[in-house]
């Protein structure tokens, strides 16, 4: 499957977001969708998650603020209250598995917010 984001782009501190990663497939066929993110000289770490079942996962830096969902073949994330520490680049993951990393990954946007 092929995954393209988009909505990435520069906002100001407490300003939002919201993130589209569209798939070639049908989202409601993967098992486990995911939101990523990487800051410079950082690790990939996992900030939303989305089971079929519709369990979510959120991280500690991004509950509350953050909103994973999915319609037919899009996955979102609406991102509000956003912080300098949330520029970074983005990446969409889904999965037959359970695991999202598993799966196929979108290609990146970058997020940069202003202080």
């Known amino acids: 499957v092929q995954l393209v984001e988009s909505g990435g782009g520069l906002v100001q501190a407490g300003g939002s977001l919201r993130l589209s990663c569209a798939a070639s497939?049908?989202?409601?066929?993967?098992?486990?969708l995911g939101w990523y993110r990487q800051a410079p000289g950082q690790g990939r770490e996992l900030i939303a998650s989305?089971?079929?079942?519709?369990d979510t996962y959120y991280s500690d830096s991004t509950k509350g603020r953050f909103t994973i969902s999915r319609d037919r073949n899009t996955l979102y994330l609406q991102m509000i209250s956003l912080k300098p520490e949330d520029t970074a680049m983005y990446f969409c993951?889904?999965?037959?598995?359970?695991?999202?990393?598993?799966?196929?990954w979108g290609q990146g946007i970058q997020v940069t917010v202003s202080s």
């Open positions: 497939g049908r989202m409601f066929s993967f098992n486990a």
């Open positions: 993951a889904v999965s037959k598995t359970r695991d999202p990393r598993e799966g196929s």
């Open positions: 989305l089971r079929r079942g519709g």
